[in-house]
């Protein structure tokens, strides 16, 4: 363990901490460069952790005044991998959702995207999904909520340096990467979300800690976090979504499946029975956005949220929910169901409380026109906050909440906020906790928009999160765009600290039978089926797609290790698996050992022919049986070939 105190007074200069830092030669140095205005004692205190460092650094205001800090900075010089310098990249989860590609050469010009650099280097980003502001020279700094970890690498070389964060009670990292000659520059910034400076008090003290480590796993996407992941696993103990909440039983959701708002409490209560009857393994029924009064009358504008409760007796839309929404969960409680709802964080600006209070809320116009989110460094609207759910969810007994679009004031990386005194993470906790206080220790809460990857700190109070796109609609490129940002997350091996949940499963009306199948091949191999919709007591009880779901919805283990054989993450661009498993049989629980389920996928247009074995899978010897789950075919054979048509899946246990 090496420790040092460093005190700033008005100035800047550079304390190197660790001389000579060696990871096999990878990286030379740390340098963590001491600035502020005003008295700020720091201590570094480094130690061993996971094949890697840790390292923790605690900035406390000796002054007898204010001191207002911005980010603070640690620089890596000399990280060399002794390849060829174009070759260098980075990789972390937020890429494929900013770039389209999972990995990114470090010379890329990711600003300007018609560079001749990204010509040379065979790099054609695709931003289509991120929104304007979001990408940049700036590493991790998105408000997508990404696992917080970077893997620096070289595409010649099985070696790679990994940083992570290991605590989000303040500071959030992010970083700049440049070359120096033939070596890496890495340069960490431990920042603020939501604000642009942080006001510390005489006395107090701000933590801040994260990991440094090397993989020798840098080109197998299965394994290049383990060693920060059990460094985080060792820190997450107490994580709501470790719980066994949403593992093994189901949400049904009113949203999807084409129901949409088109809700009332006689519709639903037709609905909650037709669920008790078919799928045992739901436990919550949910009630999604369409109780509002407001957005019944205005169904162009966007979801109204937590601003119903400052609405006309509350805002319910008594047409649809004549006893109100307690009177509804008390029925839907009677029917053996546990009631959950739906709540949004965003407002639109036509409601009574913006144009009422329009100093409650942050100007969010650059990603956000016609709805804006509340300011929660505004004391006013944090008490209207708590006020809201205490109305919305405590006093009608809800036991679970989904929150959508929450996470504007609490993840951004602009100054946004109006006060100073924390920053967007620290809210993020203390909202979280008051969310929590209004719930069972058995209920849950489920993260929507922004579309979470998978920050594992936010499972600290959230049980599950929705990382990809509605897929019911009949869109492939959604399902397609769904299935490429699963692979970064579910990579990450953290499920049993924050369970992800992919999309609501159903009868998914929009896709024809193999796109239908190919969503649940996706969802039963990804271990991500947590919810499941749609208009269940208009449906025939031998309707095949009724008897599929059946089946694939019985044998839940949510959150279960996945993994990608012969996939090569690190080839560029819209780059698709086409073979994921997992290490259990599926339908039967606790097979775990020298078993598999596997599913194949072919995402193009035309037939696919592919070959795998066992060996492949990580098994070990030959005389394995391939079992197809849907037509019970048994197949004996070392190594299995298979031809898919378009759009085609196959889904084997292996034993």
């Given at each position: 363990?090496?420790?040092?105190t460093?005190?700033n007074?008005?100035t800047?200069?550079?304390?190197?901490?660790m001389?000579?830092?060696?990871?096999?030669?990878?990286?030379?140095?740390?340098?963590?460069?001491v600035?502020g205005?005003?008295?700020?004692?720091?201590?570094?205190?480094?130690?061993?952790?996971c094949?890697?460092?840790?390292?923790?650094r605690?900035?406390?205001?000796?002054?007898?005044?204010?001191?207002?800090?911005?980010?603070?900075?640690?620089?890596?010089?000399?990280?060399?991998?002794?390849c060829?310098?174009e070759?260098?990249?980075?990789?972390?989860?937020?890429?494929a959702?900013?770039?389209g590609?999972?990995?990114?050469?470090?010379?890329?010009?990711?600003?300007?995207f018609?560079?001749?650099?990204?010509?040379?280097?065979?790099?054609?980003?695709?931003?289509?999904?991120?929104?304007?502001?979001?990408?940049?020279?700036?590493?991790?700094?998105?408000?997508?909520?990404?696992?917080p970890?970077?893997l620096?690498?070289?595409?010649?070389?099985?070696?790679?340096?990994?940083?992570?964060?290991?605590?989000?009670?303040?500071f959030?990292?992010?970083?700049?990467?440049?070359?120096?000659?033939?070596k890496?520059?890495?340069?960490i910034?431990?920042?603020?979300?939501?604000?642009?400076?942080?006001?510390?008090?005489?006395?107090?003290?701000?933590?801040d800690?994260?990991?440094?480590?090397?993989?020798?796993?840098?080109?197998?996407?299965?394994?290049?976090?383990?060693?920060?992941?059990?460094?985080?696993?060792?820190?997450?103990?107490?994580?709501?979504?470790?719980?066994?909440?949403n593992?093994?039983t189901?949400?049904?959701?009113s949203w999807?499946?084409?129901?949409?708002?088109?809700?009332s409490?006689?519709?639903l209560l037709?609905?909650?029975?037709?669920?008790?009857?078919?799928?045992p393994?739901?436990?919550?029924?949910?009630?999604?956005?369409?109780y509002?009064?407001?957005c019944?009358k205005?169904?162009?504008l966007?979801?109204?949220?937590?601003?119903?409760a400052?609405?006309?007796?509350?805002?319910?839309?008594?047409?649809?929910?004549p006893?109100?929404?307690?009177?509804?969960?008390?029925k839907?409680?009677?029917?053996?169901?546990?009631?959950?709802?739906?709540?949004?964080?965003l407002?639109?600006?036509?409601?009574?409380?913006?144009?009422?209070?329009?100093?409650?809320?942050?100007?969010?116009?650059?990603?956000?026109?016609?709805?804006?989110?509340?300011?929660?460094?505004?004391?006013?609207?944090?008490?209207?906050m708590?006020?809201?759910?205490?109305?919305?969810?405590?006093?009608?007994?809800?036991?679970?909440?989904?929150?959508?679009f929450?996470?504007?004031?609490?993840?951004d990386?602009h100054?946004?906020l109006?006060?100073g005194?924390?920053?967007?993470?620290?809210?993020?906790?203390?909202w979280?906790?008051?969310?929590r206080?209004?719930?069972?220790?058995?209920g849950?809460l489920?993260?929507g928009?922004d579309v979470s990857?998978?920050?594992?700190f936010?499972?600290?109070?959230?049980?599950?999160?929705?990382?990809g796109?509605?897929?019911?609609a009949?869109?492939?490129?959604?399902i397609?765009?769904?299935?490429?940002?699963?692979?970064?997350?579910?990579?990450t091996h953290?499920g049993?600290?924050?369970?992800?949940?992919?999309?609501?499963?159903?009868?998914?009306?929009?896709?024809?039978?193999?796109?239908?199948m190919?969503?649940?091949?996706?969802q039963?191999?990804?271990?991500?089926l947590?919810?499941?919709?749609?208009?269940f007591s208009?449906?025939?009880?031998?309707?095949?797609?009724?008897?599929?779901?059946?089946?694939?919805?019985?044998?839940?283990?949510?959150?279960e290790?996945?993994?990608?054989?012969?996939?090569?993450y690190?080839?560029?661009?819209?780059n698709l698996?086409?073979?994921?498993?997992?290490?259990?049989?599926?339908?039967?629980p606790d097979?775990y050992?020298n078993?598999?389920?596997?599913?194949?996928?072919n995402?193009?247009?035309?037939?696919?022919?592919?070959?795998?074995?066992?060996?492949?899978?990580?098994?070990?010897?030959k005389?394995y049986?391939?079992?197809?789950?849907?037509?019970?075919e048994?197949?004996?054979?070392?190594?299995l070939?298979?031809?898919?048509?378009?759009?085609?899946?196959?889904l084997?246990?292996?034993?």
């Amino acid at each position: 363990m090496f420790c040092c105190t460093v005190n700033n007074k008005k100035t800047e200069r550079e304390s190197m901490i660790m001389k000579n830092l060696v990871f096999k030669n990878l990286m030379k140095e740390l340098i963590l460069k001491v600035t502020g205005d005003g008295e700020i004692r720091e201590e570094i205190i480094v130690k061993s952790v996971c094949d890697g460092y840790e390292i923790c650094r605690k900035f406390r205001n000796v002054s007898d005044r204010p001191v207002f800090m911005t980010e603070r900075v640690a620089v890596i010089n000399g990280l060399d991998f002794g390849c060829t310098r174009e070759n260098d990249y980075f990789y972390c989860v937020e890429n494929a959702r900013l770039y389209g590609s999972l990995t990114i050469p470090v010379d890329a010009d990711r600003i300007n995207f018609e560079a001749p650099v990204n010509k040379k280097l065979n790099f054609y980003p695709d931003s289509s999904w991120a929104e304007p502001g979001v990408t940049g020279k700036r590493i991790l700094a998105s408000p997508y909520q990404p696992f917080p970890a970077l893997l620096i690498g070289n595409y010649e070389t099985e070696k790679g340096l990994v940083i992570g964060s290991l605590c989000q009670d303040v500071f959030f990292h992010n970083f700049e990467l440049e070359h120096s000659g033939n070596k890496i520059v890495i340069t960490i910034f431990s920042s603020f979300k939501d604000i642009k400076c942080r006001r510390i008090l005489p006395s107090e003290e701000l933590t801040d800690v994260f990991y440094i480590g090397e993989t020798c796993s840098a080109a197998n996407i299965n394994s290049v976090f383990n060693g920060y992941t059990k460094a985080l696993k060792e820190r997450l103990t107490n994580n709501f979504g470790s719980k066994k909440t949403n593992r093994h039983t189901l949400i049904w959701d009113s949203w999807n499946d084409g129901i949409y708002r088109d809700v009332s409490e006689k519709m639903l209560l037709e609905e909650a029975q037709a669920v008790r009857k078919y799928f045992p393994k739901v436990e919550f029924f949910q009630l999604d956005d369409g109780y509002s009064a407001f957005c019944d009358k205005n169904v162009d504008l966007n979801a109204h949220g937590l601003g119903t409760a400052y609405e006309k007796d509350g805002g319910t839309d008594m047409r649809k929910f004549p006893e109100g929404l307690k009177g509804f969960a008390d029925k839907v409680r009677r029917l053996g169901l546990r009631p959950a709802i739906w709540i949004g964080g965003l407002c639109p600006t036509a409601t009574e409380i913006y144009k009422e209070h329009s100093d409650w809320f942050i100007d969010y116009s650059y990603r956000i026109k016609s709805s804006q989110p509340l300011d929660v460094s505004n004391h006013d609207a944090r008490k209207y906050m708590t006020y809201a759910i205490d109305k919305i969810v405590a006093e009608a007994g809800f036991e679970g909440v989904k929150h959508d679009f929450w996470s504007y004031s609490f993840e951004d990386s602009h100054d946004l906020l109006a006060n100073g005194e924390r920053s967007g993470y620290e809210w993020r906790n203390w909202w979280h906790r008051e969310l929590r206080k209004r719930l069972p220790e058995n209920g849950y809460l489920e993260t929507g928009c922004d579309v979470s990857m998978g920050n594992p700190f936010i499972g600290r109070y959230f049980n599950n999160y929705r990382f990809g796109l509605d897929i019911g609609a009949g869109k492939w490129k959604n399902i397609l765009i769904t299935m490429f940002w699963s692979v970064p997350v579910l990579s990450t091996h953290s499920g049993d600290l924050f369970i992800p949940n992919s999309d609501s499963i159903g009868l998914l009306p929009g896709l024809d039978d193999k796109d239908f199948m190919f969503v649940v091949n996706f969802q039963i191999i990804t271990r991500t089926l947590v919810e499941i919709s749609g208009r269940f007591s208009k449906v025939c009880e031998d309707d095949p797609r009724l008897k599929i779901l059946k089946k694939a919805i019985s044998y839940l283990n949510n959150g279960e290790n996945v993994y990608f054989a012969k996939y090569d993450y690190r080839k560029s661009g819209f780059n698709l698996p086409r073979i994921i498993y997992i290490k259990s049989i599926f339908d039967i629980p606790d097979s775990y050992g020298n078993v598999r389920t596997v599913a194949v996928f072919n995402t193009g247009e035309d037939d696919l022919r592919l070959n795998f074995s066992a060996t492949d899978l990580g098994l070990e010897g030959k005389n394995y049986c391939f079992r197809d789950v849907w037509s019970e075919e048994m197949i004996y054979a070392d190594v299995l070939e298979i031809t898919l048509k378009p759009h085609e899946s196959r889904l084997f246990t292996v034993c």
